[in-house]
């Protein structure tokens, strides 16, 4: 069943030249990134009764739908859940609210984003390209892996990824987004390799999407006394 987070976020940053309104989904993550914001919080509690599902989303969005240009859904990873229940939430929402429909997305779910997009319940999507996963091997640079998405994949699961990217850039629109964030322990060299990437696949596609390469923020944490 969807599960949102009570706390809805306005932001002027997320998709620019917007006000959006961020809501989080509460059905956790396939991935374990490192210096998640969302851990503690959305990935490894459950919802625990403060949550909201998707009709009281729908009533809270009808309340203020007019103070925002977007509503962009967040995780965890949204895409996880049943593609019926991320559907029928979204036609419920775009039947209430006229503004762009994005979701952010780690790109795990490819089949599920091109459907979105097939039926027209999105605007737009906002991916991120963690890793170089065109130029990296699952098997000898697990450690890699591991360290900044938290797990070891498949191959699978990478080319699952890179089909999501290439999905993004393929659709075209100018609310959606290709982005990476710059971690600290990935030397400069990684962020060469996507960019010269995602400039193929734009080239390929003659796309407008943009990438961004978004500065690292660690975790907010609580100082101890
Ligand atoms: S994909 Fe996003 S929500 Fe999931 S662990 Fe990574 S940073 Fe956190």
């Not at 762009?100 to 091109?114: H, M």
């Not at 990217?165 to 996507?194: A, G, M």
Request: charged share 25%; with cysteine.
């Amino acid at each position: 069943m969807l599960a949102f987070y009570p706390r809805f976020i306005r932001t002027f940053d997320d998709l620019p030249g917007y006000t959006s309104l961020l809501i989080h989904s509460w059905n956790g993550c396939n991935m374990r990134c490192f210096g998640c914001h969302n851990s503690d919080e959305l990935i490894a509690k459950k919802p625990d009764g403060r949550h909201l599902d998707g009709r009281q989303v729908i009533d809270r969005l009808q309340g203020c739908r007019s103070m925002f240009e977007a509503v962009l859904f967040s995780g965890g990873e949204f895409l996880i859940n049943e593609y019926s229940e991320i559907a029928d939430c979204l036609r419920e929402v775009r039947a209430v609210y006229d503004g762009k429909i994005i979701v952010f997305t780690n790109g795990t779910y490819p089949r599920k984003l091109q459907q979105l997009f097939d039926d027209k319940l999105i605007d737009g999507a906002h991916i991120d390209m963690k890793l170089p996963y065109h130029a990296l091997d699952p098997a000898q640079d697990r450690e890699i892996y591991e360290a900044v998405i938290g797990i070891a994949p498949s191959e699978t699961y990478c080319k699952a990824i890179l089909e999501s990217v290439e999905i993004v850039i393929r659709h075209n629109s100018d609310v959606s987004q290709v982005r990476t964030v710059r971690y600290p322990i990935l030397s400069e060299h990684f962020f060469d390799e996507i960019r010269i990437y995602v400039d193929k696949l734009k080239d390929k596609y003659n796309s407008r999407v943009p990438y961004f390469i978004n500065p690292y923020h660690p975790p907010y944490q609580a100082s101890t006394p």
